[in-house]
Every structure is written in structure tokens, then in C-alpha cells.
């Protein structure tokens, strides 16, 4: 029943997108007033705005927070009428470089993501055209003309974030013992490529299944059943727990969930390895916990 209902949201987000041609990572130009850097200045607007929400408090850092790689520390968070679960709420830096988002691959592009929360009673919960008009007579809507539409608005907001970049990973010795380590492993069977990922979708051994049944609710496939998407590991251990219902509370509880026991030291060069993937190292003399880069 919740596989038919989603798809029913994703034909009318489909349809809706096509007409305005949106499409993920896209550099298509839009038929507007706006220039594409005025596009990423409003969707930051709007991403932080909480006024065009039912009780004029969520906005999309609510869940998306920068101090956390635009994630949360919450097990799981959201869900709502669309049969979405309640879910670990994934990183939004290096967006731009998915195939398809949500940790069950069922949506296609930011454009159509942004039409979730704005549908939703459990998110912003209001019609979005009764949100917009929430949002008239704000500054940073001075160049939309006439006035800001919803096509407008999700374009923004994924243009956005598309601009929220992966770190610069900082090689150093620690990232070079950690990437030998990680490739003697095989963790590269699936974590690969720039944001060490495979973009597929795993059931993995040690998972403890529940309700939610992963990419069997996109494809209605039985081999798909609790098969999720492989997280990007340079910013998904920055905002724990992990997994998609953070079931892991540390990365040995990640290991244990791969099927996999390592040593305390094994986990110490992961972590080091983590850290340095997101831009984050040690400073000399200081016991302080490194900051990561994009705050």
C-alpha cells in the first residue's frame, strides 16, 4: 500500500518537474528573472526560513543543520504522510554528485525532494502556494518578478544545495595508512569513487530489520527488501548515529553491522581515515577536538 501511495506523490513530482525542466545537478538554464548565483542566494535564504512552515519553526536546517555536515545527531527524524519513514538524516555536502537520494533511492532530484517537505503535515504542513504567501514582503525576494513561485522556490533551494560542497580531504600520513588499511579491507567494494560510495543499494548482515523495508518500497522487488544505499563516508560519520535508522551508535557498532570485528586499533585508523577524508586533523600541541572545514 505505501509502495503504490509514494509512487503516486513521485508521478505528480515527476510530472510537475518535467514541465519545468529541473533535473538533478543540472546546469539547464530556468526560465526566470534570476541568475544562477541570485538562484543560490535565495535557496540559502529559504533553506534557513522557518515563516512558510504550519507553526512557523521548521525550516530545512531544522533537520539539515551546517554544524553537522547538514545532517543531525538524531537516530532518525522526519517521516510523514507520503509513507516516508522516519529515517538518520543523510548529509546534503556533495549533494550535487548522487544519482538519487534518500537512503532508498526514491527520489530522482532536489527539486522534486524539496516538493516532499513542503506537501507533508509531519514537515512544513502547510499548501505550499498557503506557504509562499507566508513569505511575502521578505527582503531577499526583491529580485523574484512578480512574486515568488513554488518553481521558482524548489529551483533555488536545489541550487543551493548544489553549492554544498564535499571537504577537501587532508592527506597526511594518518590518510595514507588509513587508505592502505581501507583497501585492504575491501571497503572499497562499495564505499568508491569521489564520495565513496557505489550509489547501490545492500542488504547488510548485521542490520536489525524492522518495518522499514529500504528500496523494496521504490521497486516492490523481494530482493530488495532492507537494502539500502551505501552512505558517502567523508561526511556521514560526522553527524552520529549511522546507518539508516542509526542503529549504530559508533563506528564499531558500524563494523559490527557489516558482519565485520576489528581490533580497537583497526577502528582508530578508520577513524583517523574518516577525519581526514573530511578535511579534519589534530592541531599540534592540542588535545582540542579537530573542527571540520565547512562550518
Known amino acids: 500500500m505505501l509502495f503504490m501511495h509514494w509512487n503516486r506523490f513521485l508521478k505528480f513530482a515527476g ?18 528573472d534570476l541568475d544562477s548565483a541570485a538562484y543560490v542566494e535565495l535557496g540559502k535564504s529559504l533553506f534557513f526560513e522557518t515563516a512558510w512552515s504550519k507553526n512557523g519553526a521548521v525550516s530545512c536546517a531544522h533537520c539539515h543543520r551546517p554544524e553537522f555536515a547538514y545532517s543531525d545527531t538524531l537516530s532518525m527524524a522526519g517521516g510523514n504522510a507520503f509513507g516516508v519513514p522516519a529515517r538518520n538524516i543523510p ?5 550535487s554528485l548522487k544519482s538519487t537520494l534518500n537512503w532508498d533511492g526514491g527520489v530522482r532530484s532536489l527539486e522534486e ?18 506557504s509562499l504567501k507566508r513569505l511575502q ?22 541550487r543551493f544545495q548544489e553549492s554544498l560542497q564535499l571537504p577537501e580531504p587532508l592527506i597526511d600520513k594518518d590518510y595514507r595508512a588509513g587508505l592502505v588499511w581501507f ?19 545492500h542488504r547488510l548482515k548485521g542490520v536489525k530489520t ?41 563506528l564499531h557498532e558500524a563494523m559490527q553491522a557489516h558482519g565485520l570485528e576489528f ?10 581515515f574518516l577525519q581526514r577524508l573530511a578535511g579534519m586533523g589534530a592541531k599540534k600541541n592540542s588535545s582540542a577536538t579537530p573542527q571540520p572545514p565547512f562550518l
Open 210 to 250: 524492522s518495518t522499514d523495508l529500504g528500496r523494496y518500497r521504490i521497486t516492490g522487488m523481494p530482493q530488495d527488501s532492507f537494502a539500502f544505499i551505501t552512505p558517502a563516508l567523508p561526511t556521514s560519520w560526522l553527524s552520529p548515529p549511522f546507518l539508516h535508522d542509526g542503529q549504530a551508535k559508533n
Open 15 to 32: 510530472s510537475f518537474l518535467a514541465m519545468s525542466g529541473c533535473t538533478l545537478g543540472s546546469n539547464t538554464p530556468v526560465a526566470s
Open 263 to 272: 581490533s580497537p586499533a583497526e577502528i582508530q585508523v578508520l577513524e583517523l
Open 183 to 201: 583497501k585492504n579491507k575491501n571497503c572499497q567494494n562499495c564505499h568508491a569513487g569521489p564520495t565513496f560510495s557505489d550509489g547501490q543499494f
Open 113 to 130: 525532494q524539496a516538493l516532499i517537505p513542503l506537501h507533508a503535515e509531519g514537515d512544513f504542513g502547510l499548501p505550499p502556494a498557503e
Open 137 to 158: 514582503g521578505k527582503d531577499y525576494l526583491s529580485k523574484c518578478k512578480p512574486n515568488l513561485n513554488l518553481k521558482t522556490a524548489v529551483t533555488a533551494l536545489a
Open 91 to 95: 548529509s546534503l555536502l556533495g549533494v
